[in-house]
């Protein structure tokens, strides 16, 4: 081992350390594990079911919460991303404070991970435009080529008829074919998480490459109230669903503690669960199970199909002071982690083209650049 790793080793970088004695993908080490950190959330105490909310003509006057992420004491931030959060016709007043608060739990995060945020449909403000326009204007706003993500919650109910999935606004819906065409353009990393029942169908419609959709059934016919949206905002905020110990929370990391949660919830009340959650970011639109992303074995063939790499990159900082990444940053560490990525999937598949008195060789020639540059961020980033 070359004197510059051995000095590199001593930095603590506790992810790169696990990966070369793993060779696990550096994005996605302790993953297939269960945290010993779930535990068991309180309930909500709600009736389960999801209303079809939409109509022709909006119930109340729509409105936009525009609130940056930027901090009055510092102008001059750099913005990691755009985050839009819908918040959906609750139908029943019973769910109106239950969607404020998923939606705050947002709200509160982006202004600690500086993404630019924008929040529709949680006020009654006077406007001439329904929900569904301001969604759809809302993107058109954006930069459609960036490295930095953008973030979509949906947060709400949902229904599935006739074929069509839909996300329930007040006033007219929106369909997961209309988020497909309004999503065409964007060539930058998109985060879609559709939190409502009856919402696995908009996995189909919106992955793509690129792409991290999650959401909180697996298909179109689990209609009763979801409680998915709790638990992956909660995970999200939370420094404790870092298992990778690299001070933000992927959202794989998320996915696999919300649904445990989720799991949990169910067990506890002794119920059938009628939720469960998928994600999708290999762009096939098939989506993934927590439970198969826990599995500690694996065939190279499930591997290459598994979602999760993207989602394991993809992060949110739930505390501040968080690595500030530039953006030619972020495309050298994609790039050496698709170098892992890799160079472990060439290992599994043929393991005697890389034996052991070479592997440490193979691994050193990627490793030791990725664990300057994440020494780099850190030098440059706030104590």
Known sequence: MSNRLKMLRRKCWPKLCVATALCLPVSTVALGQEPDTLQESGSVQTSDSGQDTSSNEPATKPDVVSESARTDSDETQVMRGDLIVVVGAAGDPTYEPIFREWSDTWMELAKTAKLNAIRIGSESLESEQTDQQLLEQALQGLETDSPRPLWISLIGHGTFA???????????????????????????????????????????????????????????????????????????????????????????????????????????????????????????????????????????????KLDGKQAGRMTIAPVANSLDWTDDQLKRRDELEDQLDALRMQRLSDPAAFPDNQWADHLEKILVPLAELYHEVESNSPP
């Open 162 to 304: 006739r074929n069509v999935a839909k996300f329930n606004l007040r006033g007219p819906d929106v369909s997961a074919d209309q988020m497909k065409d309004w999503l065409a353009g964007f060539q930058r990393p998109v985060v879609v998480v559709n939190n409502a029942s009856s919402s696995g169908p908009f996995i189909n419609a919106l992955s793509a490459p690129n792409r991290v959709i999650v959401t909180a059934t697996k298909s179109g016919n689990e209609q009763n109230f979801a409680r998915f949206g709790q638990y992956f905002g909660e995970a999200l905020a939370a420094i404790d669903s870092d298992l990778d110990h690299d001070d933000a929370v992927s959202i794989r990391e998320a996915f696999v503690r919300a649904s445990k949660d989720v799991e949990l919830f169910y067990e506890a009340e002794d119920r059938i669960a009628t939720e469960h959650a998928l994600m999708d970011d290999n762009g096939d639109g098939l989506g993934t199970k927590a439970d198969d992303l826990r599995k500690k074995v694996l065939t190279p063939e499930q591997l290459a």
